[in-house]
Each structure stands twice: as C-alpha cells, then as structure tokens.
C-alpha cells in the first residue's frame, strides 16, 4: 500500500496518461458541494431546457461511489480536439453560403476515441499500481466532470462555463477514470481563476446565452438547439444562428486562452467529407441514406436527420440570397416532416424579404462579423 500512495504518484499518472494519448490529466478531489448547488440552482431556473436527464438525480454527479461502487478517488483526463487541419473557423462563419460545424465534431465520433485512451490509462494503472475496480466515464454518465477537472488541477471553469486552462485554452474533451485506489489528490495551482476583467465570451455569444459570468441558459444556447432540442428553433433566435449547423465556438473563438490552444494531428479528429467547409445548399441536399453513410460514426448522429434537416433550412434562411439557395429550400417546401416543413417555409419567407448584406458577403444576422472582429483582436480560436 505504501507503493501505491508515494508522493510520485501523481506525477506517475500524468506520464502515463500522455504515454496513452492524453494532454494533461490530475487526480481530483472530490468535494463538489458548491458546485452542486450551482448546478441544482440552474436545474431549478429551467435552464437545462428539454435536457431532462440532466434533471434526474443531481446528487449522483458529485457522488463516485454512486456511479462506481467502492469508487474513492477520480482520475481527469484532457484530450486536445481541434484539428489542425480544419478551415479557419472565421473565414467559414464569414461566409454565409458554408456550413459551420463544431470542430470537435468534424471527425470521427469523440466518445470512442476518449474511452479507449481512458481504458488504456485504466489498465496501465491496475499493472503498475495494483488491480483496482474502476469504471471510465467518456461523456457517458452523469458527472460534473468540469469541476473534477478543476479539481485535478487541469484548469479553472471560465465565465463561458467552460474549462479553460492557461497553457492549453479550452480546446479539448475531458474523460475520468473512477477507482477504487484511494489516490493522493493532485494540488496543481492551475486551477486558479484567471478569466480577471475580461467578457469577450459574454459580448460574442450571438444569442445572448452567457446571461451573466459563469450562467448559460442552454434555452438560449446555439449548441443545444442545433444538437440537444428536438423541437422547432424559436424564431426569434433564428437570424443569430447564422451558418451554425451543429453546435457553436463563438465563446471559445474569442477567449484571449485560446491563442495557446494546441491542434492536433490525430486522424480520429481530422475533417471527414469536407464538412469543415461544405457548402448548405450540398448538404441539404443529402437523403436519408446517404446523410446516415456519411456520418456514420461521427457526431454528427446525435442532431438526427431530421435535426440535420431542420438546421441547415435555418442557416439556409439565413445565407446571402441567391436563385441556387432558393430552389434548394423550394425542393423541401413540401417535406413530410412537419418540423422540417416549417423551417423551410420560414427560410424561404426570409428570402422574400429585404436581405441586407454585412461586409464579407455574409447575413447581417449571422453573428459572424461580430466574431470574426472579436477573435482577431483576442487571438486563436477553441469544445467541450
């Protein structure tokens, strides 16, 4: 037992995690009460949304046991996320006729790629430490894994309520390892909050979704609605959407942190069909068949087809006008999907009307030339 608790142990896990993959990763401590109660008081707002298992049992995520039983100590993993070779996420959201894809969500599917790492860690762990019951989490059961995060010392929460991290930006995934190897807890200063003075993330968010420091009402969040809402988009934030077609970096692209962002080169999160810069009126142009075949094991899955369907007519009504995007939404006007259905009928009332155009050729209501002139004053771009 005196093996595994010596005062290397931490420093022994994070050279591990980097031999499997990893950027960073810490052992957590695990008081969490504060941020519990942060997180019951948003539950209690409503601004989860439709998200109703975030509502189910909110004790659980600052309980390990209750997640992994005899669990007395989590281990905090980052993964770097942002493909080095993806277009420039300001010159895609300039241009209202392309698509904007979250760039964490441009390759391969992220839970895959992170459970294995973690599972490599795990395994790495039971053979230089001893056996140990554990579980991995990879986005995948119910945690605060931001503030474990902090915790572990892999960085601070920021105002966008994202982690953020004073070497690395915010440009990555997080993933843990509950055990049952009572681990010392890692007592790295990097937690300390370091957002000062500073609201780029709040003054950039194009529908207003960072209502105060360190709140998101996901109500209002252009990720939630294009991936986590099943319903129609309400109108009224239709035109700041812009060319957003699954989540939003907005937050992240202007964060002064992120000019340390790392890129990575691994082909999980490498680009797949073009998706980092396609045009709207190909994408909507997909069937069924082919959009299931092309995103086959990406992300992307999780909006569905007919979310896939009702984004793209919403940044379509937002594109500059023009005769292609027009007969593009005029072949759906009579889609079988009422909700798909309205969206385009409201697309293509937008094209009726007056379309002022902002500098760069794209919509006034896109949000991009606000985030395009806050990002090159506060420097590189961003996850999750």
């Not at 294995?116 to 860690?121: G, N, Q, T, Y």
Request: hydrophobic share 40%; glycine share 8%.
């Amino acid at each position: 037992m005196s093996a595994k608790l010596a005062p290397d142990l931490p420093a022994r896990i994070k050279r591990w995690a980097r031999e499997c993959g990893f950027a960073d990763a810490g052992i957590a401590r695990l008081g969490l009460d504060e941020d519990l109660a942060h997180l019951r008081d948003w539950l209690e707002r409503g601004a989860h949304g439709t998200m109703g298992y975030m509502a189910r049992d909110p004790a659980l995520r600052a309980n390990p046991a209750g997640l992994q039983p005899g669990a007395v100590s989590v281990i905090s993993a980052r993964l770097d996320c942002w493909p080095a070779e993806a277009a420039p996420a300001e010159s895609v959201l300039a241009d209202g006729r392309l698509a904007y894809v979250a760039r964490y969500a441009l390759g391969r599917d992220y839970h895959k790629p992170l459970r294995a790492r973690l599972k490599r860690l795990a395994e790495r762990i039971a053979r230089e430490i001893a056996p140990h019951g554990y579980r991995v989490l990879a986005d995948s059961a119910p945690a605060l894994e931001k503030a474990l995060a902090r915790n572990a010392g892999l960085g601070w929460i920021g105002k966008n309520t994202l982690l953020l991290d004073a070497r690395a930006g915010s440009f990555f995934l997080l993933g843990e390892i509950y055990t049952d190897l009572p681990l010392p807890p890692d007592e790295n200063p990097a937690a300390e909050n370091r957002c000062g003075r500073c609201r780029a993330c709040l003054k950039v968010c194009p529908t207003n979704a960072i209502v105060a420091p360190y709140r998101l009402d996901a109500r209002r969040c252009i990720s939630y609605l294009t991936i986590e809402h099943r319903g129609p988009i309400p109108e009224d934030l239709r035109p700041a959407i812009g060319n957003r077609i699954f989540g939003c970096d907005d937050c992240q692209l202007v964060c002064p942190w992120n000019r340390y962002a790392q890129r990575t080169t691994h082909p999980d999160f490498a680009p797949r069909h073009g998706l980092d810069a396609a045009r709207l009126v190909e994408l909507f142009a997909w069937s069924e068949p082919e959009w299931s075949r092309r995103t086959e094991g990406m992300a992307l899955r999780r909006a569905g087809y007919r979310g896939w369907l009702r984004n793209l007519a919403v940044a379509l009504g937002n594109a500059p006008p023009d005769e292609q995007t027009r007969e593009a939404l005029a072949a759906r006007a009579d889609h079988p999907d009422a909700l798909v259905r309205e969206h385009v009928r409201w697309a293509l009332a937008r094209h009726g009307a007056d379309q002022r155009q902002a500098p760069g050729g794209g919509s006034i209501h896109s949000g991009a030339a606000s985030a395009s002139a806050a990002q090159s004053s506060a420097g590189p771009r961003p996850a999750t």
